[in-house]
Structure formats: C-alpha cells, structure tokens
C-alpha cells in the first residue's frame, strides 16, 4: 500500500528566506507524486506534480520539487517566501495505474515579517 | 477555478441527524471524491466514484452514504450524524486526460453537535 510522510508538522520561515518542505513515500514502483497547498478557509491547489522524466520539476508561485528515488523523496523548494506563502502543503502519491491519492498530513506554514 | 462547487459551506447539525453534503461539477470529471479533512491525518478518502452509477469505498466510508445518478452530481450523506464526523468535507474530481491530477472544491465546514 502506498503512503505519505510529512515530518515537518509547523515550520516558521522569514520573509525573503528559502523554504524546503520535506516528503517522503512508500510505493513499490515510481509513483505520481504531488504538491497540493491549501490558503486558510480555501480547497486544495495544485502546486506542481511528477509524473516521470526530469526529476527537478517546476509549479507555480515559483515552487520547485526535486524527486529522488534513492531516497523516496519528493521535497518542495522555494528560493524566497512571501506572506502570502502562508498556507498548509500537503505532498500526495498516486499509483500510475489507478485513480486515488494518499495525502500526508501536511506542514503548516508560518511567514514571519 | 476547478469546475467544482459545493454546498452548503457551512453546516451545523446534531447528533442523529441525517445531513447532505453536495457537490457539483461543471468541467466533466469523471471520477469524484468525496475526502475527510481532520487535523494530524491530512485528508483521507471517503468514497469515490468512476462514473454515474459506479460507487466505491475508500479508507474511511463507515456513517457514509452516496450517488450518482447524473455524472455532475456527487452528494454526500451521513445518515445519522456523530460527532466524530465534524470535520471539513472535500469533494474533488478527476479529469480522464489529466493523469491521475485531482482538482478540489472548496470544503464544507461540518459541525456536528
């Protein structure tokens, strides 16, 4: 069966810093990854997601996820945060042949002035 | 704008009530979701759907009950409501041609006293 770990629960970023938010999966073969953000009182959206070729993989608001097999790891990336990067991100794993998605249990996001 | 609308966005009910949660879509999805939002569990699936008429447990279907008889609708039911059912409701839906990317609603906030 596959899962999702998101070790971080809370991480506290200044303004203008870099962000790297960490996920790790269990799944037998190269899975669909995802990052998903939720703003407060809103539904999810997607950031970016990997399906196979290039492992660095480019999303939107700037956000990049780097897939490592070695390490079962799909880590996000931000080189500079805004206030408005403040939100829940929940990293996600699909299997190739089926439709539904494991979610972790998300990092909450802090952007301090 | 995820072609997903639900309703109500806000509910408050009581214990044994029964209590419908809907969700529209407009963009021909055609897998549904219907996921549980809980703190420390991420979001978790309730029930989903291939097609009209084509229902199948998730992870945590028990209280649960849904449709789907016309492929743009996909309600939610808890038949006698308890209060470890309060939580935020999300309905998502997958497009065909999109891998296995889901888009999301924006949740309803259930309550139950």
């Known amino acids: 069966a596959q899962s999702v770990t998101q070790p971080d629960i809370h991480i506290t970023v200044s303004e203008g810093a870099s962000l790297e938010l960490r996920c790790n999966y269990s799944y037998g073969a190269t899975p669909y990854l995802f990052w998903y953000v939720q703003s407060p009182g809103q539904g999810l959206q997607l950031l970016l997601k990997y399906f196979s070729g290039d492992t660095l993989v480019q999303g939107i608001k700037g956000f990049e996820a780097e897939f490592k097999r070695s390490q079962s790891s799909f880590n996000l990336r931000k080189p500079s945060v805004h206030w408005s990067d403040a939100a829940e991100y929940f990293c996600?794993?699909?299997?190739?042949?089926?439709?539904?998605?494991?979610f972790g249990a998300g990092t909450t996001v802090t952007v301090r002035a | 704008d995820a072609g997903i609308t639900q309703s109500p966005r806000y509910k408050i009910t009581e214990t044994g009530r029964q209590v419908t949660l809907m969700c529209h879509q407009t963009?021909?999805?055609?897998?549904m979701f219907w996921y549980r939002q809980d703190l420390g569990h991420g979001l978790r699936l309730i029930y989903y759907s291939a097609a009209a008429d084509i229902t199948d447990k998730g992870e945590v279907p028990d209280g649960y009950v849904v449709s789907r008889s016309k492929t743009e609708n996909f309600p939610l039911t808890l038949e006698s409501a308890t209060r470890s059912q309060t939580s935020v409701y999300f309905c998502?839906?997958?497009?065909?041609?999109?891998?296995?990317?889901?888009?999301f609603g924006p949740g309803t906030r259930l309550t139950v006293l």
């Open positions: 996600a794993v699909g299997p190739s042949n089926d439709y539904k998605l494991s």
């Open positions: 998502a839906g997958r497009r065909g041609d999109a891998g296995n990317e889901q888009f």
């Open positions: 963009w021909s999805h055609s897998y």
